[in-house]
């Protein structure tokens, strides 16, 4: 079993939509949860960053954290099809590591 | 420059053959780590450096992997008898410390043919 799980879509959306992204982990020991965001050749390009639970807001995104179903989200409001990229959860343990977990990656489309 | 940047940006080699990655990392990041992404899946930790020093290298697959920051800037990964299992984008990340977010560069993408 992977440390996370993320659903490889592909997510097919129409423009203005809200889109839903989310990953599961076994890890308990998981403090830091990032949501990168991944053009075609391109590297990943960070989006939010958040510590523990609870909700983070910039913007259009919204990451949500609940350590005890060890389970996060990203939303994206009004989806603009330029959001059309691959989005990768990643986390990593506090203090006693620096490596990122990553997920599989979902792969978003949004239709003008 | 402002960001991570890597070269080549695409490389072509033969199996059996070395090859040299290059990483310059954002100027006045102390830490600089090295991923791997294969088709379809994120990117899998190789190699993370504090300064000069490999802190933890224990994403390295086997001792064909090796990789060095002789002056805590520039950092180079090295790879060598090239297997076609070796193909995958090559990704280099830096952040200002420990336990902070990272910047990815684009990425070198290596073939092995």
């Known amino acids: 079993q992977k440390e996370v799980e993320q659903d490889p879509g592909p997510l097919s959306v129409p423009e203005g939509a809200i889109v839903s992204l989310n990953c599961t982990y076994s890890n308990s020991a998981f403090q830091y949860f990032m949501w990168y965001r991944q053009y075609s050749r391109k590297g990943p390009e960070l989006l939010m960053y958040t510590y523990s639970s609870g909700n983070k807001e910039d913007g259009r995104f919204t990451a949500q954290v609940d350590k005890s179903s060890k389970y996060i989200s990203l939303f994206i409001r009004d989806s603009q099809p330029s959001d059309s990229a691959t989005y990768l959860c990643?986390?990593?343990?506090?203090?006693?590591?620096?490596?990122?977990?990553f997920g599989t990656g979902t792969s978003l489309t949004v239709i003008p | 420059g402002a960001g991570v940047s890597q070269t080549p940006s695409n490389k072509v080699t033969e199996k059996g053959k070395y090859v040299e990655l290059r990483c310059d990392p954002i100027s006045g990041h102390t830490a600089l780590y090295w991923y791997r992404q294969s088709l379809g899946q994120g990117p899998e930790f190789l190699i993370y450096f504090q300064g000069t020093g490999a802190a933890d290298d224990s994403g390295l697959p086997n001792d064909r992997f090796f990789a060095v920051r002789p002056e805590g800037s520039v950092s180079t990964l090295k790879i060598q008898r090239t297997e076609r299992g070796d193909s995958a984008v090559y990704l280099c990340a830096s952040s200002p410390g420990r336990g902070t977010s990272k910047f990815f560069g684009p990425g070198t993408r290596l073939t092995v043919l």
């Open positions: 990643a986390m990593s343990v506090k203090d006693t590591g620096n490596q990122f977990y």
